[in-house]
């Protein structure tokens, strides 16, 4: 498939002055927003707590962790495969479990924790000649697991109601909750972007506009595959449960042992509040959503803090590993990574 242009997609131009200063403004509240978390962080957590639970760490739960760590990577990159085979499109799972890894680069080195995904998008697109589906398939990766995320949640604050006794708990769950439900609207609603089509026919909004009908077009196209869908949403309840053993074992690193009733509460917390695209690469906010949820749980924020750079370490060794495939190997070489003749999709 090679880098050619898609069909009915035109070169976007140069970004224009207003559109690099609105991004410079963006970069540097979430610049503003983790340094603020951060500082919290060091202000609140107890030094000497932090240093006596290190020299306890047990070095083998640290390994069970990163090998942990890279089961949930494998399993989304399986669910990734599974979603693209529906639409006809076979890749080798190694591809996307690379991609993947290379997605995690982008997001713990650049000022975004969606640029990875938007280049995983852009990738698959080069091999399977549509972008727009390439970007469908990682949007319903995403947004399977953002449904069973959101089940589990519920579930959690139904039969653990006496669990939720500090307000926050419930109040991050509902904010997860509303924007699960936005992004829902957001996807099925086709007027919403019908109206911003007429209202910028042109120019660099107008075809921004046109690729958003493209990709939504693309998702809608996935309401035929059940078998896909209910597979990647089976995928996505083990991966989130496998998930809950990640935070299990990265914990017991530290001599923490969580009940499963606590993991049940905060895992769904911690993912919803470390997802928030507001800070460079999740820095801060992903700490301190470690540290609240086990502080708000009885755990103790210090052993949450631990936690999260236990969990934050793994993610920058595969994504050290994912810049080393981008260096290495290239992204986007050759035309035989989809299964079928070149030029077949």
Known sequence: MGAQPQRGETDPGPPTPESTRRGLAATLTKVAVSAALLFFLVRRVDGNELVAMLRRTDPLWVLV????GVALNALSSLKWMILLQAKGKRLPFARLLNLYFVGLFVNNFFPSTIGGD?????????????????????FMERFTGMTALTAIALVAFVSNLSSFRDPRFALALGAGLLVYLAVTAAVVLAGP????????????????????????????????????????????????????????????????????????????????????????????????????????SGAGGSPGLLVGLLVRANSLLFSLWGGIVYAVRGIGKGTDRVSGRPGDA
């Open 193 to 296: 972007l019908a109206w911003g089509r007429r209202r910028f026919p042109g120019g660099l909004a107008g075809r921004l506009i046109g690729k958003l009908i493209r990709v939504q077009s693309a998702i809608h196209d996935y309401a035929g595959q059940t078998r896909a869908i209910v597979a990647a949403l089976a995928l996505s309840l083990v991966f989130h449960l496998t998930a809950m053993a990640y935070i299990y074992v990265s914990s017991r690193a530290f001599g923490v042992a969580l009940p499963a009733r606590t993991l049940l509460v905060i895992v769904p917390v911690i993912m919803f509040i470390s997802s928030l695209p507001i800070t460079v690469g999740g820095l801060g906010l992903f700490e301190w959503a470690y540290f609240f949820a086990f502080g708000a």
């Open 118 to 138: 938007i280049f995983r998008g852009y990738e698959v697109g080069r091999d399977v000649g549509d972008r727009a589906l390439a970007m469908a398939s990682v």
């Open 65 to 68: 962790s990163a090998l942990v």
